[in-house]
């Protein structure tokens, strides 16, 4: 059996035919047994009908797709009746013939094209679409929080009356721990085994032997931490001048240029560090050619976040924004919203970690957590005053990870080490706490 090819961070196939299989069974699934609307999905729909605008927007989003793309989803009455079935379900893989497959960002998937359309502009950076897709969301998070999300957490096929597409089978089958170890840079190295269950078991911490490896539900396993050992700062890059990797990341953008303000909806999305920092009083310390490095998280590894440098937090704060708006600049963007990285750093739901490193050349530094399309849920887990040791936890997404940013002052020269790589869309995961930077 194969494995479908995936767009940027292995969240939803690239597969076009894979994945219209999968929306044309959750429309087949939404007709035939239609659940009563969830007051956050009626809440949206009341919002669209009350407002002319938003009502435009929401019919016209369909309307513009271009006949060629085969969009499956017609309306947006019929997105609504999707994503209320979705509230109800956790993400898990299926079988089409002879292919398996993640559909992990299954709203994204429903809103894949309207995004690029002149509608979904409108409606996707709409503050209060916005507001009523985070309740939405956060209704999700909770039932992922929950016992009833343990179904998906099995080896083989998924008996489970709700869901009716192509063979779901559980994250622990043997195709889906493949998946999962086949995104682990340091397989086979040292003591890490290559085979993929004793791979997980020796990377994270779990129980093979219990029901759902011991996970109390899909988040619990989503966030699932390393085991102790298996991601550590090395003893030579304790040096203070070393700067880790604060996720388990690949590298997409590294700019010394950066300004304070800045057109980041045109091309190239230059960074806004601003907008970025959504304009808190510390942004003040930064200024024009300030260095940002942005890297993005696999949707089947570690979601995390650990501090890249010794000091003390000095400010956190969680930033309102938004979960589906796509950059004008890209068009139909055939993996929305991945080329949109750059442009979503300003707009989207984010959290922001501001450390005084306790190396006078690095001082003040920002790690900036961005939400992407369902990975709305940004947990900051220190708090003003505490002190931090290079490694160690500061925060965690929920339901996934999407990407981050490291921003630092102009005046902070730094001898970045991608790992033989050149930061794209095409590039893989450097191990989590690995060196990633030298300051000069």
Same mark, same amino acid.
């Given at each position: 059996?194969?494995?479908?090819?995936?767009?940027?961070?292995?969240?939803?196939?690239?597969?076009?035919?894979?994945?219209?299989?999968?929306?044309?069974?959750?429309?087949?699934?939404?007709?035939?047994?239609?659940?009563?609307?969830?007051?956050?999905?009626?809440?949206?729909? /009341? &919002? #669209?009908? +009350?407002?002319?605008? *938003?009502?435009?927007?929401?019919?016209?989003? =369909? $309307?513009?797709?271009?006949?060629?793309?085969?969009?499956?989803?017609?309306?947006?009455?019929?997105?609504?009746?999707?994503?209320?079935?979705?509230?109800?379900?956790?993400?898990?893989?299926?079988?089409?013939?002879?292919?398996?497959?993640?559909?992990?960002?299954?709203?994204?998937?429903?809103?894949?094209?309207?995004?690029?359309?002149?509608?979904?502009?409108?409606?996707?950076?709409?503050?209060?679409?916005?507001?009523?897709?985070?309740?939405?969301?956060?209704?999700?998070?909770?039932?992922?929080?929950?016992?009833?999300?343990?179904?998906?957490?099995?080896?083989?096929?998924?008996?489970?009356?709700?869901?009716?597409?192509?063979?779901?089978?559980?994250?622990?089958?043997?195709?889906?721990? /493949? &998946? #999962?170890? +086949?995104?682990?840079? *340091?397989?086979?190295?040292?003591?890490?085994? =290559? $085979?993929?269950?004793?791979?997980?078991?020796?990377?994270?911490?779990?129980?093979?032997?219990?029901?759902?490896?011991?996970?109390?539900?899909?988040?619990?396993?989503?966030?699932?931490?390393?085991?102790?050992?298996?991601?550590?700062?090395?003893?030579?890059?304790?040096?203070?001048?070393?700067?880790?990797?604060?996720?388990?990341?690949?590298?997409?953008?590294?700019?010394?240029?950066?300004?304070?303000?800045?057109?980041?909806?045109?091309?190239?999305?230059?960074?806004?560090?601003?907008?970025?920092?959504?304009?808190?009083?510390?942004?003040?310390?930064?200024?024009?050619?300030?260095?940002?490095?942005?890297?993005?998280?696999?949707?089947?590894?570690?979601?995390?976040?650990?501090?890249?440098?010794?000091?003390?937090?000095?400010?956190?704060?969680?930033?309102?924004?938004?979960?589906?708006?796509?950059?004008?600049?890209?068009?139909?963007?055939?993996?929305?919203?991945?080329?949109?990285?750059?442009?979503?750093?300003?707009?989207?739901?984010?959290?922001?970690?501001?450390?005084?490193?306790?190396?006078?050349?690095?001082?003040?530094?920002?790690?900036?957590?961005?939400?992407?399309?369902?990975?709305?849920?940004?947990?900051?887990?220190?708090?003003?005053?505490?002190?931090?040791?290079?490694?160690?936890?500061?925060?965690?997404?929920?339901?996934?990870?999407?990407?981050?940013?490291?921003?630092?002052?102009?005046?902070?020269?730094?001898?970045?080490?991608?790992?033989?790589?050149?930061?794209?869309?095409?590039?893989?995961?450097?191990?989590?706490?690995?060196?990633?930077?030298?300051?000069?």
């Amino acid at each position: 059996m194969n494995h479908v090819k995936y767009r940027v961070g292995k969240w939803l196939p690239s597969d076009t035919s894979f994945l219209n299989h999968w929306i044309e069974t959750k429309i087949k699934q939404v007709k035939v047994n239609p659940l009563p609307l969830h007051p956050a999905v009626a809440s949206l729909r /009341e &919002a #669209i009908y +009350a407002d002319s605008i *938003l009502y435009m927007s929401f019919v016209s989003m =369909y $309307d513009e797709i271009p006949q060629g793309y085969n969009e499956p989803v017609k309306n947006f009455e019929t997105m609504l009746l999707i994503i209320n079935q979705i509230l109800t379900e956790a993400p898990c893989y299926s079988v089409v013939e002879d292919k398996i497959g993640l559909v992990g960002f299954p709203i994204n998937a429903i809103l894949d094209w309207a995004m690029g359309t002149q509608g979904g502009y409108l409606a996707f950076t709409n503050t209060l679409v916005n507001q009523k897709l985070r309740d939405i969301l956060n209704v999700w998070k909770q039932f992922l929080e929950t016992t009833s999300s343990q179904y998906v957490l099995v080896d083989g096929p998924i008996a489970q009356v709700q869901m009716d597409y192509s063979n779901p089978i559980g994250w622990f089958s043997p195709q889906a721990l /493949e &998946a #999962i170890a +086949a995104m682990d840079p *340091l397989r086979g190295i040292g003591n890490n085994p =290559y $085979d993929a269950k004793a791979n997980f078991s020796y990377n994270y911490q779990c129980d093979s032997t219990k029901p759902y490896y011991g996970y109390a539900s899909w988040d619990a396993f989503f966030t699932r931490e390393f085991n102790l050992g298996v991601r550590e700062v090395s003893a030579v890059d304790q040096d203070p001048n070393v700067i880790v990797n604060a996720c388990e990341s690949a590298p997409y953008n590294c700019v010394t240029d950066a300004k304070m303000k800045d057109k980041f909806w045109m091309k190239g999305q230059p960074y806004s560090l601003l907008d970025m920092m959504d304009n808190h009083k510390l942004a003040a310390e930064f200024g024009d050619n300030s260095t940002v490095y942005q890297a993005f998280l696999c949707a089947k590894t570690y979601h995390r976040w650990n501090s890249p440098v010794d000091g003390k937090i000095v400010a956190i704060q969680n930033v309102a924004g938004t979960y589906y708006a796509e950059a004008p600049v890209e068009g139909f963007d055939p993996s929305g919203p991945n080329d949109s990285q750059g442009y979503i750093a300003e707009i989207a739901a984010r959290a922001l970690v501001f450390i005084q490193s306790d190396n006078p050349k690095i001082g003040l530094m920002c790690f900036v957590a961005i939400g992407m399309a369902e990975v709305s849920s940004c947990e900051i887990t220190v708090t003003v005053g505490q002190k931090v040791s290079k490694g160690d936890p500061i925060g965690t997404f929920h339901f996934g990870g999407s990407t981050h940013c490291l921003i630092f002052r102009p005046e902070v020269n730094i001898d970045f080490d991608f790992h033989n790589q050149t930061p794209g869309l095409n590039t893989s995961n450097i191990p989590l706490k690995a060196r990633i930077g030298v300051v000069q």
